[in-house]
Structures are given as C-alpha cells and as structure tokens.
C-alpha cells in the first residue's frame, strides 16, 4: 500500500523578539504590562514535545494579551523544569529567558514595542528574532 504524507505549510503571521532578564516570569509580565498599557494573564503552561525524542514533553509559562488589532505572549524559553542545558522553547536561541510575540495589523508595532521593552529596567538586552531559518517557530502554533 502506497503512503501518503501530509504537508501543512503555516502563515507565520507573528514576530518574536529574544528577551535577557533575570526577573521572574510574573514580575517581567507586571512590568510589561505597566510599560506597554496592557494586561498580560498567565495561562495555563504550554506543553510541547521535542522532535526525535519521544515521549518528552515540557511544560513553558506564558502570559498572554488579545487586543482588539493586537496578541501579545510572553514564553519562559526554559522550561519549568529546567536541567541545565537541555529543553528550550527556542533552541536556537538558548541564552535568551524569555521569548516574546507580537501579532498585529500594523507592521510598526513590533519595532514600537521592542523599544518600549528596552526602557524596562529589568530587561537586559531584548532584540528582534529573525523567523526565515528559526526551525522551532512551529512551537508558537497552537
């Protein structure tokens, strides 16, 4: 019997930025909310399992904001329990703590928001993630 593989091309229409802080989650996410004007509300952890291991599956915090023109999510890129070195959300990318997505119909408003995220005091570096060659952008899909 012939197989068939099904192939599912996403729209990626988000744009992540890379976040350093040593801040925990909840106090980074009340910082965002005061400097942004928005209301960040933690959700329950995203679980995702890891390709050519399986059976593993981690559990990421995240908070996030649906506007009326805009979403905002804000990941823990470690998971909750974290073995050095191992299990990122964005593997890519692990010195980074905090992922950050920006969904929105005005194509200025990630720019705006990184810069609004780099007045925060307890935000380190915070810079704009490229999303051609990023291989775990499917992670962001649910």
Known sequence: MKKSKLIIDYDYDFRLAGIVSSARSYKLAWEVNRAL???????????????GKPGVEKQFVYYSYDGVINRLKLFKNKPMDYEQGKYFLVPEFP?????????SENPEYHTMTIQLLK???SIELVTPLSMENLRSKENFIF
């Open 95 to 103: 010195r980074f703590d905090f992922i950050f997505l920006t969904a």
């Open 37 to 51: 004007g928005i209301q960040l509300i933690r959700q329950p952890d995203l679980t995702v399992g890891f390709k």
């Open 119 to 121: 007045e925060i005091g």
